[in-house]
């Protein structure tokens, strides 16, 4: 069964300080990877994904994202946290088995304390 | 901004009634996605639809239907409904070639739903 975890409901993290936000997967065949964030009273907004390619990706607001297919994870990294940064962040693969599907994980909330 | 809009923006509806939610998806854009998410938990996917005809479903009955139209709006009609569909809903485009698997999605703002 295709799943998406995100093992920790909440990071906290001081400000400066390195972040990364965990997400495993289970697919079959090639994942499609996704990250999203969700501001407080603001829709769903991307921030970078990994279709093929190099296992570093970079995306928005210096956010960048490691795919391991061994270890089937796609962490979200940020070399220095900002307070800003603090939101709810979503990992998310689509795939097709028959149909298309997109799974979300359940959400990890980043607290980025100044 | 995304450029998806959806409507109404808050919605109270009873049990058993039927009720329409409505998203006009970024210009341009072929395929739209439905979601339902809960408080506290991450979108659940509802259905996708290309080129105005479903391609992809999830765990999700019968009584979720939805429309894709030419001028890139959609609906999600929901029948008999229940005290648990009360959720937030979210519209998502994107434009994607047939094998529909390769861009991100633009996200809406969302239409609050409550079942009493």
């Known amino acids: 069964a295709q799943s998406v975890a995100q093992p920790e409901d909440q990071v906290n993290v001081a400000e400066g300080n390195p972040l990364t936000v965990k997400c495993t997967y289970s697919?079959?065949?090639?994942?499609?990877l996704f990250w999203y964030v969700q501001y407080p009273n603001r829709g769903l907004q991307f921030l970078l994904k990994y279709i093929t390619g190099d296992n570093l990706v970079k995306g928005s607001y210096g956010f960048e994202a490691e795919f391991n297919k061994s270890q089937t994870s796609f962490h979200l990294k940020k070399p220095s946290a900002l307070v800003s940064d603090s939101a709810l962040y979503f990992c998310a693969v689509r795939a097709y088995t028959g149909g298309f599907k997109t799974i979300f994980g359940a959400g990890t909330r980043l607290f980025v304390k100044a | 901004e995304t450029g998806v809009t959806q409507s109404p923006t808050h919605l109270i509806k009873t049990r058993g009634q039927q009720v329409t939610l409505r998203c006009s998806s970024q210009?341009?854009?072929?395929?739209v996605s439905w979601y339902q998410q809960a408080l506290g938990q991450g979108p659940q996917f509802i259905f996708q639809y290309y080129r105005e005809e479903e391609n992809g479903r999830g765990n999700f009955p019968p009584r979720f239907s939805g429309l894709q139209f030419p001028n890139y709006s959609s609906e999600l009609n929901v029948n008999a409904l229940e005290l648990d569909d009360s959720a937030l809903y979210l519209c998502?485009?994107?434009?994607?070639?047939?094998?529909?698997?390769?861009?991100?999605?633009?996200f809406g703002p969302g239409t609050r739903l409550t079942v009493l």
């Open positions: 697919v079959s065949g090639n994942p499609y």
């Open positions: 998502a485009s994107s434009l994607v070639g047939r094998e529909g698997l390769y861009n991100e999605q633009f």
């Open positions: 210009s341009g854009h072929n395929t």
